[in-house]
């Protein structure tokens, strides 16, 4: 495989992998017909996100020599960032960045040719891998969402940078509303401050999704794809479903395509705390009348009709029976190329290995997309992951 | 109870969120009393020994353009609760252009006070951000613990000199020793001195003015180029520069030294809408 970016495509490839190094620890590179795909996986299998830049996007593309067989590799996410590191100092000396795999060696080497003459060369070492495929269709997520990056950019300004998770959702008269998500500890006598932010509907290009439907995720790693996509000044897509279910955060132009797909909690996971599930189900009079002085008698304000917003009514997605990873439906993941034949039909077991999930997010959606006998096989709940067996 | 603000004003808002960046510097709890017509901050750590009390005094239509309130009863027209201090200037952060900013008393699950931030937009529709600081409402019973501080007659008071130069003064300082010794006397002359075992390090201010002396009784007999000092937590008094983001019209400092031989430094910041003491 040999590529070559050059100008201000080099400063955008480093912005990609900044944004994925927020998600996990190692990135899968492959070229492929299509372009060259990085994607990468969280510890906790609850967030994917992945890259794929067209051939167009590079002044020079091959993906194989030829008689050779696509390379897949694995490789650390810091060495590779480390490459990238300073985006400014790629925005100012870099002129040209090539990228090579050589089946022989076992290094990917990676070229800056920068001004004055100077040239970069970092040789990473690199695993075999299988390929990293997550099964997931936007096609069929009933909610989406999409807005210019800037927009969404601006409404997670007021959410404290440490803030774990958020909660969308669709209020009244279409307003979006993002809303900080704190997990209730019984036991913790101090509180979080809740901040909410509002939009309208006029801010969104594309708002198709139901009153009340609502979606908690990780905000730390969609801030991941927020601020690429706002460096590139892209409209944002969010395809989401019940709550449990994946949600797709989309970029796309001409060169490139991104996908983040973050796990979101499950109605059942909630707490049924005072904010929890119990809460969520009661028609709004109850908030008011929750405790005797209530001071909200000034003007009316539209705050409660936002508490009013966040109740969900989506009903009882899954129990905890279910196993973690979710079936979605498409046999076809959108960025599965020739390879899948080549896959092994890893035993791995469902469930992700050594620790669970943090916060309990499912882990989810990973489908291997089977061996056997070349057609393409429906669902899988079996995680496709490179021999190493790794977590 | 009931408490309901509106600031519009630009700059008042922006008044608003340095004076709370400042009290978010200073401590991570405090206490907001809301009457009629003021709004207090307080902050009373009762440490045994080198412990930092603040009160701070805002005029509520310096900054308000709507205000309403009833406080505990129609006697005790005040309200008290104690928050964190970083949510709120949190909070006002979003606010720095912001259309309006209202703040209420609420009950969300949690007695709280709402910040509701109108924003500006590209489009027609308004963008509203919400934040929701909880707090505790202080008992009246202890509000007695929590009322403006006597400001005993002081042996010294001098104007202080440049708070920013005093700020990078008192910074190398602190790489030396934890404890600084402030000196001044009737005669503008201000030291602030730093000794350990291998050095003795002094900053001398002169020609900074005193006040007039609130009432004739303080010892006349005083010479005026006796130094009064006290020795202090170097840190504290960091904090309190580096807190310093509002522009003083006038910084005080006052030594007084009491019966009991216990020392105490006071430091008055004064602008045009309020006054802060420590």
């Known amino acids: ?391 | 109870m009931k408490f309901r603000g509106k600031i519009v004003d630009g700059a008042c808002l922006n008044h608003f969120t340095r004076i709370s960046n400042m009290i978010a510097k200073l401590a991570k709890t405090c206490t907001l009393r809301i009457s009629p017509d003021k709004l207090n901050f307080i902050l009373c750590d009762k440490l045994a020994n080198g412990g930092v009390s603040m009160w701070c005094e805002l005029e509520q239509e310096n900054f308000f353009s709507e205000f309403q309130m009833e406080g505990f009863s129609a006697e005790n027209n005040e309200i008290y609760l104690e928050l964190t201090s970083e949510n709120l200037s949190r909070a006002l952060k979003t606010a720095q252009n912001a259309r309006a900013l209202k703040i209420k008393l609420t009950n969300k699950h949690f007695p709280c006070l709402t910040v509701s931030v109108e924003l500006f937009s590209m489009s027609s529709s308004t963008r509203i951000a919400t934040h929701d600081i909880p707090i505790k409402v202080i008992p009246r019973k202890l509000w007695k613990d929590l009322q403006e501080p006597m400001v005993p007659d002081p042996d010294v008071s001098i104007y202080l000199p440049v708070l920013k130069t005093m700020k990078s003064v008192v910074e190398k300082m602190k790489n030396i020793s934890s404890h600084l010794v402030v000196e001044a006397n009737r005669d503008g002359e201000l030291n602030l001195k730093i000794e350990t075992e291998l050095v003795c390090v002094t900053t001398h201010f002169k020609d900074l003015g005193n006040p007039p002396l609130a009432s004739e009784s303080t010892s006349q007999d005083r010479n005026p180029e006796h130094m009064a000092e006290v020795h202090i937590d170097i840190r504290k008094l960091l904090q309190f520069l580096a807190g310093q983001q509002v522009n003083p019209t006038k910084a005080l400092c006052m030594h007084r030294i009491c019966h009991s031989g216990k020392k105490t430094l006071l430091l008055r910041v004064e602008t045009n809408e309020t006054y802060k003491r420590l």
Do not use: W
Request: hydrophobic residues 35%.
């Open chain 1, 1 to 391: 495989m040999k590529c070559l970016v050059t100008g201000s495509n080099v400063k955008v490839l480093g912005k990609a992998v900044h944004s994925l190094s927020r998600i996990g620890d190692e990135l899968y590179l492959e070229p492929l017909e299509d372009g060259l795909s990085l994607r990468t996986v969280n510890s906790s299998r609850s967030a994917y996100a992945c890259f794929l830049f067209a051939p167009l996007f590079f002044q020079q593309y091959q993906a194989t020599t030829p008689g050779q067989d696509l390379l897949r590799c694995k490789i650390l996410m810091k060495s590779f960032l480390s490459v990238f590191r300073s985006l400014v100092m790629l925005e100012k000396t870099v002129e040209k960045c090539c990228i090579s795999l050589n089946g022989q060696s076992s290094r990917l080497v990676v070229q800056l040719h920068c001004k004055f003459g100077v040239r970069k060369t970092h040789n990473l070492s690199f695993q075999d891998c299988e390929s990293l495929q997550a099964v997931f269709d936007p096609a069929l997520c009933p909610h989406v969402l999409r807005a210019p990056a800037r927009v969404l950019g601006e409404a997670v300004l007021p959410f404290p940078p440490a803030l774990a998770e958020v909660t969308l959702g669709i209020g009244r008269g279409c307003r979006v509303i993002l809303r900080s998500y704190h997990e209730e500890d019984a036991d913790s006598t101090v509180r979080a401050m809740v901040t909410e932010v509002c939009l309208g509907e006029e801010d969104f290009q594309q708002l198709q999704a139901q009153e009340g439907a609502a979606i908690t995720f990780c905000l730390k790693e969609f801030r991941g794809l927020l601020s690429f996509a706002e460096s590139a000044n892209l409209n944002l897509c969010i395809h989401f479903d019940a709550p449990g279910r994946p949600a797709i955060f989309t970029v796309k132009d001409s060169l490139l395509d991104g996908h983040f797909v973050l796990a979101t909690l499950s109605e059942t996971d909630s707490y049924s705390q005072d904010l929890g599930s119990l809460e969520r189900h009661r028609p709004v009079p109850q908030l008011q009348a929750h405790s005797t002085p209530h001071p909200d008698d000034f003007a009316n304000d539209d705050i409660d009709s936002y508490m009013i917003a966040m109740e969900t009514t989506i009903g009882n997605e899954g129990s905890r029976a279910l196993p973690s990873i979710s079936l979605s439906p498409g046999p076809q993941p959108p960025q599965s190329p020739g390879s899948p034949s080549e896959e092994e039909d890893e035993a791995e077991p469902s469930t992700v290995p050594g620790t669970p999930p943090p916060k309990k997010f499912r882990s989810l959606f990973f489908g291997s997309i089977l061996a056997p006998v070349g057609s393409p096989q429906g669902p899988s709940p079996v995680l496709a992951e490179d021999s190493e067996g790794e977590g």
